[in-house]
């Protein structure tokens, strides 16, 4: 299994909605991201997990809330966003921090 | 904080060999400097890495002059199917492995 798969591919939720986005891959990668990417932008680096432990966050609003349960799993908890909030979320995994990152597809996030 | 420059676009007719271009400054010796191909829509796509002289894959190649302060991603015969991003990434410091995005280089090929 060589993928980053996410679900849900699409997502609308008000602003006071909780959702969660889900991150999995089973390549054995210890090394875990989140991205935001609006319209015509690349990816801005937004968590990095390694080894399950929050390594990196880029000064992310509190109300994105990553979380690792185990070395396969990556959720991003939202909270109370705002409409600025709206873009698409990609996870990527590495087999190390240093590596190549391999990209899920994507959540598109609306927030109304 | 390297700061990666790139093209904002650039066009190519099918069958041409395509070129693009980064500048990295304040990137360390064993930094390493690795290209992306995006379609909309989805997430990017690894296509090369390297960190001095020449990289070849299946796909593309990696130049990296001696200086290291710039890498050529050259893209053999492309066709129609690699109209996409391509997205330069360096470290967004030196010695650092936290990855900074180019803004992209939107490639269109010409029939």
């Known amino acids: 299994d060589t993928e980053v798969t996410q679900t849900p591919k699409h997502l609308v939720m008000g602003m006071t909605n909780k959702k969660s986005l889900k991150c999995e891959q089973h390549m054995g990668h210890r090394a875990m991201y989140w991205y935001k990417q609006k319209a015509k932008k690349p990816p801005e680096l937004m968590f990095v997990y390694s080894y399950e432990k929050l390594s990196i966050n880029e000064s992310v609003p509190s109300r994105f809330s990553p979380e690792c349960p185990n070395s396969s799993l990556l959720n991003l908890h939202l909270h109370a966003l705002q409409p600025e909030d709206s873009a698409l979320y990609l996870c990527?995994?590495?087999?190390?921090?240093?590596?190549?990152?391999?990209f899920g597809p994507g959540t598109r996030l609306t927030v109304l | 904080l390297a700061k990666i420059t790139q093209p904002i676009s650039m066009d190519s007719y099918e069958g041409q060999e395509v070129n693009i271009t980064c500048s990295h400054n304040?990137?360390?010796?064993?930094?390493?400097i690795t290209w992306y191909q995006q379609f909309p829509s989805q997430g990017p796509r690894f296509i090369i890495q390297g960190y001095k002289t020449k990289v070849t894959n299946e796909v593309a190649s990696l130049f990296i002059p001696a200086d290291r302060k710039s890498s050529t991603l050259s893209l053999p015969r492309v066709s129609l199917s690699d109209t996409a991003v391509y997205y330069c990434?360096?470290?967004?410091?030196?010695?650092?492995?936290?990855?900074?995005f180019g803004k992209g280089t939107k490639l269109s090929v010409i029939p």
């Open positions: 990527a995994s590495s087999t190390t921090p240093y590596n190549e990152q391999f």
């Open positions: 990434l360096g470290p967004q410091g030196a010695g650092s492995y936290q990855l900074t």
């Open positions: 304040n990137i360390a010796t064993n930094d390493y």
